[in-house]
């Protein structure tokens, strides 16, 4: 009777044909591309994820100091979503409210930093204030104040220290209704920011187009000992408002 041979089991195995070698690239390659990909997505993190931005001024204060850097959420403005009432945004200047404002020219280290998304680009216009009122919003202020919103006073804690919520002056006393589409944006420091109030006559009533919100300020991030988040005031979360 025929019998089939049984393999030996210490018998080494037919060695199949060898696996194809990867082929390095150089590093005078390799280098170069993972920098221009990092960039890449550097830009496209700035573009449409976060990006950060400097303070200007001290218009915002307390709550943010100038030379201050915030993390601007830029995605939820792709989704449709607007400002409400209390966020800070960073916005684009809608109707040359910075002239007379002179800038000084970026360096090529600020050029690069805006690029990457670490510093506004490069002969960009932003500036950035506090949301009082939204499309449908009445806001009011007589004296020095309070601040009102649609009839309701509002308590105003993040008011600079020895400011008052109202400037008892020609541009700081008025009543207005938000129009669809617009913002009513001020300052922190109300008697040393040139917000909504002080431009009246810029042919939109001193009214900012949503359009032109670039995101929503959510992070002090530098310096270090600054770090804070920005939460909406607990002011603007009332049944009334």
Known sequence: MATEPRPDPEAPEAAGPPAPRRRRLSPWVEYPLLAVVALGLAFLIKTFLVQAFLIPSGSMQNTLQEDDRVLVDKLTPWFGSEAERGEVVVFRDPADWLAGHEME???SVQ???GF???????GEQHLIKRVIGV???TVECEGTGPL?????PLDEPYVYAGNTPC????GGQFKVTVPAGHLWVMGDHRQESQDSRYHQNDGQGGMLPQKEVVGRAIVVAWPLPHWSTLPIPDTFKTPEN
């Open 167 to 170: 400037s008892n002056d020609a």
């Open 105 to 107: 020219p970026p360096s």
């Open 116 to 122: 990457v998304g670490l510093m506004p680009a490069a």
């Open 148 to 152: 009102k919103l649609n009839g309701v």
């Open 135 to 137: 499309a449908g919003d």
């Open 111 to 113: 050029k690069a930093l």
